[in-house]
């Protein structure tokens, strides 16, 4: 795996899941079952929220937006996953490593971004009723969303381009089932003191920024939800905010653990379970979390399955 007659790395070959044929091929259905369900859930977020015209107000608009993410991060590095399990090849490019490595830090950012604007939403649903429509207007929710975007794009950019342009001559085994700068910083023959400091101040302030915004407004749900007269209402409003603190959660402070530590120098799964849970677990479990458990959504649901099997007879 060492290049020690090369200047610079022409392809990187990306870790696996296990060296076992039985255990990849395995590991790629999990993969292809993971995907299958979360993008299939997602797309049926997405087409819900677009056709039911009563699910058109800015918390659907959100959530809307979160699925279409979602799908997208999902798509990004699960099926190339499954798919080089499958035939046991983990050679991937120099441009698509760096593409890969863009969309993910891309999606990454609108994802947390995203979750902190959805956190507003609540916040001012629940703590400001009467002013709900006027601070959370439609035009207000699609600048919030483009922003969040624009700003994405960005930060992807800057940090894509700042990676690549090091050189990678040490050895272009990159200790990840995907392209992912730590794994890359890792392998890289140039000097990286300053890649490395903009990354975890980066990393730092986005997550833990968005973190403690969406940490702090609901605390403020909590204190205004336990004021409520009927138990029932309070039920409803803890069953729909613990879930989406404990996502944002995970996907926080796996995403902030991954990215200010420096991967091990030997393949090893401790430098893949983590990204799994801030790649894999929230895309996935989102649209379950999120849309799923909602009462319209699944009215919604119904109503649309019902208009299929009647098209269709």
């Known amino acids: 795996m060492k290049m020690s007659n090369f200047t610079t790395a022409s392809e990187f070959l990306l870790m696996g899941f296990s060296d076992i044929r039985e255990l990849q091929i395995l590991y790629s259905f999990l993969l292809f079952l993971i995907y299958s369900a979360g993008l299939m859930g997602n797309l049926l977020i997405v087409m819900i929220t677009t056709f039911d015209r009563r699910l058109h107000t800015p918390m659907y608009f959100f959530l809307r937006n979160l699925a279409m993410v979602d799908a997208c991060y999902l798509s990004i590095t699960v099926p190339q996953a499954s798919v080089n399990s499958l035939v ?8 698509g490593c760096a593409t890969q ?36 207007s439609p035009r207000v929710c699609l600048q919030m969303t483009i922003t969040c975007l624009l700003t994405g794009l960005v930060y992807a950019g800057f940090h894509t381009g700042y990676t690549f342009r090091l050189s990678f001559c040490h050895s272009n085994v990159v200790h990840q089932f995907f392209c992912d700068i730590p794994s890359l910083l890792r392998i890289s023959c140039s000097d990286t003191f300053s890649n490395k400091l903009s990354l975890f101040v980066s ?14 407004s609901y605390v403020r749900i909590f204190s205004t939800v336990l004021k409520f007269p009927v138990k029932e209402d309070q039920k409803k409003a803890f069953s729909t905010c613990i879930p989406h603190i404990s996502v944002v959660s995970l996907f926080v402070i796996s995403g902030i653990y991954v990215y200010s530590q420096p991967p091990s120098d030997f393949e090893s799964l401790k430098d893949i379970i983590p990204s799994v849970f801030y790649t894999v677990i929230p895309p ?24 299929t099997i009647f098209i269709r007879k």
């Open 203 to 216: 990393v730092l302030v986005v997550g833990t920024g968005c973190y403690g915004f969406i940490t702090a």
């Open 101 to 136: 490595v863009f969309l993910v830090i891309l999606m990454a950012y609108v994802e947390v971004t995203l979750l902190t604007v959805m956190a507003r939403d609540r916040y001012v649903a629940i703590c400001h009723p009467l002013h709900y429509t006027v601070i959370m």
């Open 88 to 95: 046991n090849n983990r050679i991937i490019s120099v441009t």
């Open 284 to 307: 996935f479990l989102n649209p379950i979390i999120y849309s799923l458990r909602n009462k319209q959504i699944k009215g919604a649901m119904g109503i649309l399955m019902k208009r």
